[in-house]
């Protein structure tokens, strides 16, 4: 089957780290043990100035570089001379993670961006994941992205990133299978909610718990979910 990939190895989120930071999330370092260990990657992304799709997970550079700048605001050169002066691991390209990798582990690209900054951000993505050599797939949490992944290669999976279990949010994810999505990855702690048991027992959509930390909440979340997207510890 087209998903039977996505349901098989849990997600590394942001590669394999720890809290003992030896390893730092989102470095070249974590995905490559993540690889080597055989987990399948998870990471999110989001656009430079320059329209190149950057491996970070975080709204601005403030906590790790202390500049109260987006990705979207500097250009890629400029992001990589950040990380040099600051004498850190610099900020992967997506396609410097996946030549990396080459095709060891299947992985999984969250889309992270602004309606009205972002335009190009599923087409590059899209673009990259098409040349890699093993099974790879995206989502996002971001409605305007959401509906524009029904307009992409459909040779790459898509599907949505979610959470939530107000009455609102419940309507509003519904919504979303107008657009063509494949999968669910939803927030472990609200699972149990209408959605998602609609995605998974009437449309047999696989269903991702995120992001577990330890072997407990798994098991509490494999009662509505396939598989889990990790970090903190090695399921």
């Known amino acids: 089957m087209r998903l039977d990939w996505l349901t098989k190895r849990p997600f590394a989120n942001c590669g394999l780290h720890g809290t003992d930071m ?23 992304v989001q656009l430079s100035h320059d329209g190149v ?45 996946l ?39 995206m989502m996002s949490q971001d409605v305007h992205i959401l509906r524009r992944m029904r307009f992409a290669d459909h040779a790459i999976p898509h599907g949505i990133k979610a959470e939530g279990n107000r009455r609102s949010e419940i309507e509003e994810h519904f919504a979303m299978f107008a657009h063509d999505m494949e999968f669910v990855a939803y927030n472990f702690r609200q699972l149990a909610n209408p ?11 696989p269903v991702l718990a995120w992001t577990i930390h330890n072997p407990a909440e798994w098991e509490r979340a494999k009662v509505n979910a396939d598989q889990m997207i990790f970090e903190s510890f090695k399921p």
């Open 22 to 44: 030896s390893v730092l999330e989102n470095t070249l370092p974590a995905f490559e043990l993540a690889a080597l260990q055989d987990y399948s990657i998870c990471c999110d």
């Open 195 to 205: 959605f998602v048991r609609f995605a998974r027992e009437k449309l047999s959509m």
């Open 99 to 137: 030549q990396n990798i080459s095709g060891k582990v299947p992985v999984l690209i969250n889309l992270e961006g602004n309606d009205g900054e972002d335009a190009g951000l599923i087409s590059r993505v899209t673009e990259l994941l098409t040349s890699y050599p093993n099974n790879s797939a």
């Open 53 to 97: 799709p950057m491996v970070f997970n975080e709204t601005s550079l403030e906590q790790l570089f202390g500049q109260k700048k987006r990705i979207i605001d500097l250009r890629s050169s400029e992001i990589a001379k950040i990380c040099a002066d600051k004498h850190l691991q610099h900020i992967l390209t997506l396609e410097e993670l």
